[in-house]
């Protein structure tokens, strides 16, 4: 199946977080499976480009939509499935998402390059794959612009990375998108209070919609957290699955890790304790091997629950009962906290502010415990991260944290992780206590971590379902 993937984000070249990693390692899989993939992505100025020996391929590609001109360049990765679409106007900016007047059209221009460079190529996509608000146009541009030929045999799949960010621009852009007399296709209602989202658009015209894990394809669907759209999802039910995304093994494996001091595996689980003292050591942290360990790694935003962490983990701090490594950036109240704790209780607390791809390799490799205490969680990856190297997961009951981390039961020794249902610190207090309790059995511990490290989250798994997907989209039978 000829596939044309397109992302706003691709790990390694540019990343804020999960999609990249997303968007990287499916095609990746995919085109392990024979799948013919091509992922288009823009030029960032952050994107370094002679680390990544990308190659030009395309000068002056032309587009026209409306009455608006623009021409790009295109550049390939050596990977050959990577493409990216070179318009520095519109990518060289101080970060890869703005608050810009234009941002709306700066993915705009991704959405409609892309589908220009398939002409360029004369390649004719079986699949269009659109991910988030940014790509959220490609389904409505597939039935609005492009309906040449070379189009007419394309589904489209959407996938929902999260809910929260819906690209929700005023009606005014309406002008620039270029949709001529099948301008009637925008949420009329919603255009004449003012106002077009981009994610709103994919979940109308996307052939298939998915989401990253299956209990997010639920919660979406009700109206505690469908975010306004969970009437738009329920009327699609049933376009709509929950796959959960899986993890990248030749970034993320304890066993070959090269950022890690020591590897290890299940049969050497004690050389873990080599990156808990290099991890100590590198952030000032004082201590035994007897006192645990708790990691963090999150963009730190309302989703993630930094709020329902200070007071509890303060309290455990001020008791000596832990020790801390905290790595994030985001909203400026979060940040401010998180430094407040490091400056509270030195030695025993460090927070790095910032982006860090070494440290959050060391943090899941010397941890003790991992922290994901979110209010919701589309699908997450640091907890299958944290499985896959016996780190092992505090986490909310709710996306995909609660479809890959389940609570351990001392009386069976089966569960991966601590498992809280309410979003308050009483809930979060209960499971860092039941943790805590378990910590100093070292047996006990020890089943826990093989438990997680066991449980199979690899992309090879997981892209299946996309595979299967694909087929039944394009009328094959799934082999
Ligand atoms: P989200 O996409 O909502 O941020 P995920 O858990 O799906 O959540 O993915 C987050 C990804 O970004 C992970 O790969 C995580 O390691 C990475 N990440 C987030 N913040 C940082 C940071 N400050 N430094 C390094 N990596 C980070
Ligand atoms: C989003 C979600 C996260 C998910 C990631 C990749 O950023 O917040 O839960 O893992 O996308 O799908």
Not at 216 to 242: C, K, P, S
Not at 288 to 304: C, D, F, T, Y
């Amino acid at each position: 199946v000829r596939v044309l993937f397109v992302s706003s984000e691709v790990s390694p070249y540019s990343k804020t977080g999960g999609l990249a990693d997303v968007a990287a390692a499916l095609p990746a899989s995919l085109a392990a499976m024979n799948h013919d993939l091509m992922v288009v992505t823009p030029l960032y100025s952050q994107v370094d480009d002679r680390r990544h020996r990308l190659h030009p391929v395309f000068d002056d590609v032309e587009i026209k939509l409306g009455d608006r001109a623009a021409a790009f360049s295109v550049w390939l990765a050596d990977d050959g499935r990577t493409w990216f679409i070179d318009l520095p106007q519109l990518y060289h900016r101080a970060s890869i998402y703005t608050n810009d007047p234009d941002e709306h059209w700066r993915f705009v221009m991704l959405t409609v390059a892309a589908l220009e460079l398939c002409r360029q190529r004369r390649w004719a996509p079986d699949i269009v794959h659109a991910n988030d608000w940014e790509t959220g146009l490609l389904p409505l541009y597939l039935r609005a612009v492009f309906t040449d030929d070379l189009f007419r045999a394309a589904r489209t799949v959407f996938t929902i990375h999260n809910l929260g960010y819906q690209g929700v621009f005023g009606a005014g852009i309406a002008d620039d998108l270029g949709l001529g007399d099948q301008r009637y296709l925008l949420h009329q209602e919603h255009l004449r209070q003012g106002r077009i989202g981009f994610l709103e658009h994919a979940l109308m015209y996307a052939d298939a919609l998915t989401t990253v894990s299956p209990t997010y394809a639920w919660e979406i669907q009700t109206t505690e957290m469908g975010m306004g759209l969970d009437g738009l999802l329920r009327r699609r039910a049933h376009d709509l699955v929950g796959i959960l995304n899986g993890i990248d093994t030749t970034v993320w494996d304890p066993r070959t890790d090269h950022h890690l001091p020591a590897n290890y595996s299940e049969s050497n689980l004690d050389d873990k304790l080599v990156n808990k003292w290099a991890l100590m050591a590198e952030s000032g942290i004082e201590g035994g091997a007897e006192v645990p360990l708790l990691g963090m790694i999150s963009r730190l935003v309302s989703q993630k629950g930094v709020e329902l962490l200070i007071r509890p983990l303060a309290r455990l701090l001020a008791e000596g009962r832990v020790r801390c490594v905290l790595l994030g950036s985001g909203e400026r109240k979060y940040e401010d906290a998180l430094q407040w704790l490091a400056d509270s209780f030195p030695g025993r607390a460090a927070y790095r502010r910032g982006y860090d791809e070494q440290l959050a390799h060391l943090i899941e490799g010397g941890a003790d415990m991992f922290l994901m205490p979110s209010q919701y969680e589309p699908c997450g990856l640091n907890q299958m991260y944290s499985l896959a190297y016996g780190t092992v997961p505090v986490v909310r009951r709710t996306g995909g944290l609660a479809d890959t981390v389940t609570h351990y039961d001392p009386a069976t020794g089966e569960g991966t992780g601590f498992v809280f249902q309410h979003y308050n610190e009483e809930g979060l207090t209960w499971a860092l206590e039941e943790a805590l309790a378990v910590f100093p059995d070292r047996k006990a511990w020890r089943r826990l971590q093989l438990n997680g490290m066991a449980q199979d989250n690899s992309w090879q798994r997981r892209a299946g379902e996309y595979d299967e997907l694909y087929r039944r989209l394009v009328g094959e039978e799934p082999s």
